[in-house]
């Protein structure tokens, strides 16, 4: 799907008719409340937008607004690790399966398997961290960041940071039930801190589209051509985002949508969809399962309009 000027009227209606859908359906959500500075969100807001690697841009809402990036870090996180360190070495220390849990689960780690399931859950997330955290700086990966999604306002927000340290309990047992096991050999806060920082690198929807673009576009920057992720990597991160993106909502986000994903309980989501087409969403108001009501809504109504599932 590229943002051809034949098409831009149909594809701005599509995006108007999926913002409008997205509206309604985002009364059914509610802002996280556990990290306290994520409470102080506008659950009213609400902004979509896409860009292909033509530079075609569309937007509608609140696409300039800042909001931590949560969960979609591990996106980034991920992706470092595997040009890193190589596919094999990761894949020794955290699984690729969805966990049908939620995000910050403990409970299969401890109970049903040693590794955690993938990267895109905080046990896996935490895992990458620790193996980032001896071998890449917490700047490198703001840099790395900046760059993915061509932004170079991306900055750690502070008070997500600090509110994300104070309250980070349960994500600090998840690091030391995985040291307990052997699995995780770093320094605990270390580890955590950088987990921590990633979370709070505050984007924009546009942001997002930025990166979805370049993980679409095979790895490759199409404005300057500069390759982050190889092809492999790329295909197993796609893969990944569309097995466990969504949380426990993975199945039928990739039924209904069929688009690799990843979105976090700041209330963006990220997607990669064919074209190549980047996607950002931000919309704070939570589904049950922790992923933006009004963006699942939005990316249902825009898949179907736009034939994006991938296997249609
Ligand atoms: N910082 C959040 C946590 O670890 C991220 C959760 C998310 O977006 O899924 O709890």
Do not use: W
């Not at 149909?10 to 409470?39: N, T, W």
């Not at 969960?71 to 020794?92: N, P, Q, Y």
């Not at 976090?264 to 933006?292: F, T």
């Amino acid at each position: 799907m590229a943002i051809k000027n034949a098409d831009r009227n149909f594809i701005e209606r599509v995006f108007e008719e999926a913002y409008q859908k997205g509206l309604s359906a985002a009364p059914s959500g509610h802002k996280a409340d556990y990290i306290p500075e994520l409470a102080k969100a506008d659950e009213n807001a609400f902004g979509i937008c896409a860009m292909d690697k033509n530079g075609e841009f569309v937007g509608i809402g609140d696409i300039d607004t800042r909001f931590s990036m949560q969960s979609i870090s591990k996106v980034l996180t991920l992706s470092a690790a595997i040009e890193i360190m190589g596919f094999d070495e990761v894949f020794s220390n955290v699984m690729f399966e969805p966990s049908g849990d939620g995000f910050n689960s403990i409970v299969k780690l401890d109970t049903v398997s040693n590794l955690p399931y993938n990267p895109m859950i905080n046990a896996g997330a935490i895992q990458i961290a620790s193996m980032l955290a001896d071998n890449v700086s917490f700047d490198n990966l703001l840099d790395f960041a900046r760059e993915f999604c061509h932004d170079s306002k991306i900055e750690l927000n502070e008070p997500v940071y600090r509110s994300e340290c104070e309250t980070g309990d349960r994500n600090r047992a998840i690091a030391y039930l995985l040291k307990s096991k052997g699995v995780l050999k770093t320094d605990i806060e270390k580890t955590c801190d950088l987990y921590f920082k990633m979370c709070s690198l505050n984007v924009t929807a546009r942001s997002l589209a930025g990166m979805g673009l370049i993980i679409s576009n095979d790895g490759v920057n199409p404005f300057t051509e500069r390759r982050y992720i190889s092809h492999e990597n790329v295909r197993t991160l796609k893969s990944i985002m569309f097995s466990c993106g969504m949380y426990d909502r993975s199945g039928e986000f990739s039924v209904k949508v069929g688009v690799p994903a990843k979105s976090g309980v700041g209330g963006g989501i990220v997607c990669a969809a064919r074209g190549p087409l980047g996607i950002g969403i931000y919309g704070p108001a939570l589904d049950c399962k922790g992923n933006s009501a009004a963006g699942v809504a939005a990316m249902e109504h825009i898949s179907s309009s736009l034939n994006l599932h991938i296997f249609d």
